[in-house]
């Protein structure tokens, strides 16, 4: 009798692949790569080849693959209770909220599933907030967001998004926001009117090829939304949870916003968790039957995201991706010039910008795989460098060395 593994590994990656597109909604344009196992900064295809991981799920994947602490908190919390709905307390909630506030310094936590869900929640919050406290006549509140932006795929979000694969066929959008572009405080302050609610920014754009802000413009946004009135809120799905360095990239310019919405990394890797963190000015003012979810809080969540704070409370993993960062941006700087034409990024972040002449980012990546590394391309011509925090430095130099291989001229 053959086992599970023995079972998909005669199936091979033709078959599955196969699978995918009679079945599934071509909504994704994978590589030809079928995952079957993964541990810390590896995976194992169907065919029982290795790759190593250079993508970390868009950062959802931050502490490596199946982490045993996070493993151990999952199993743990399957064999008692996994889901009550919002409906009754349970042992699992509030310990999550008071651990995740102290981590991140903020005053209260709403627990919700997806970073899109986290955004669409600190969007209502902010409208709230404008009637409310502001004084913003009744439906007219504004937010303002940056171009190039990416914050989630619902109908609101793809509303102010200016990517338009995101947007095509998808109207009619949702009215309330104002693009102005990324790193330009003089477009933001002039933005501003008495209707604006917020300024919903990320701190480093991951999408749009890992695009760092210049310096003191973060500082700007806060001291602009400040004099104004106006809430400040960070988008922190990818650029959070130690993947810049620190524990959010806010605080590479010591700055703090009012709100932050949180995801990816929260779940482990394992489950779905998001969060809007931030005051309690804001988020106290959410009542009952106003907003909420089935699954947004439930025990296996809030156990794995317990778990997820506890490593992030030793610092270990905002050291890693502090060290290792520096190490990769040194040797990815050395790629200019040499079918590398800018790299940008922060910590354990890259984008780099494939230079003229060379291959396209979709080459690039197959090529990559052939030799055992997978990351993606973003905007055709950008490579996104995401490893797993858990990466060792011989496996970041033996991904950074495929990549010098695959473009140079």
């Known amino acids: 009798m053959t086992t599970f593994a023995e079972d998909i590994r005669a199936a091979g990656s033709a078959e599955f692949i196969a699978l995918d597109e009679q079945w599934s909604t071509h909504n994704y344009h994978p590589l030809p790569v079928v ?186 946004v806060r001291r602009l939304c400040d004099d104004a009135g106006v809430l400040m809120i960070a988008d922190e799905i990818q650029s959070g949870l130690a993947r810049t360095g620190t524990l959010l990239a806010l605080d590479h310019e010591r700055v703090r916003a009012d709100l932050y919405t949180l995801g990816k990394a929260l779940g482990g890797g394992i489950v779905p968790v998001s969060a809007v963190v931030g005051t309690r000015e804001v988020l106290g003012l959410l009542k009952p039957g106003e907003h909420g979810s089935t699954f947004g809080g439930n025990p296996l969540a809030c ?57 396209t980012g979709k080459q690039a990546s197959l090529a990559l795989a052939e030799r055992g590394v997978l990351c993606k391309e973003t905007h055709g011509t950008t490579l996104r460098i995401a490893p797993p925090l858990v990466i060792t430095q011989e496996e970041l130099d033996r991904g950074i060395d495929a990549i010098a291989e695959v473009l140079a001229h």
């Open 35 to 220: 995952i079957a196992e993964g541990e810390g900064a590896w995976v194992t295809d169907v065919d029982g080849r290795r790759y190593l991981d250079f993508l970390s799920g868009y950062s959802a994947l931050n502490f490596g693959h199946r982490h045993p602490a996070l493993v151990e908190a999952a199993v743990a919390q399957l064999g008692r209770a996994t889901l009550t709905s919002r409906a009754f307390h349970h042992d699992q909630l509030g310990p999550f909220c008071r651990e995740l506030a102290e981590l991140t310094g903020t005053d209260v936590v709403l627990p919700m599933n997806t970073g899109a869900e986290a955004v669409e929640s600190a969007v209502k919050l902010a409208r709230k907030w404008a009637y409310r406290v502001k004084g913003v006549p009744a439906n007219t509140a504004e937010i303002i967001v940056a171009g190039s932006n990416f914050h989630g795929r619902t109908t609101t979000i793809v509303s102010f998004s200016d990517d338009e694969t995101a947007r095509a066929d998808f109207g009619p959008f949702t009215p309330g926001f104002v693009a102005v572009e990324y790193g330009d405080a003089a477009a933001l302050a002039a933005a501003i009117t008495d209707r604006t609610a917020a300024v919903l920014l990320e701190p480093v754009q991951g999408e749009a090829g890992v695009v760092v802000p210049p310096d003191g413009y973060l500082a700007e």
């Open 303 to 359: 156990a794995v995201g317990r778990a997820v704070v506890r490593l992030l409370a030793t610092g270990e993993f905002q050291q890693r991706s502090a060290a290792l960062g520096a190490h990769l941006h040194d040797r990815l700087a050395g790629l200019v010039g040499d079918g590398v034409s800018a790299v940008r990024g922060r910590g354990l972040w890259a984008g780099v910008d494939i230079a003229p002449g060379g291959p």
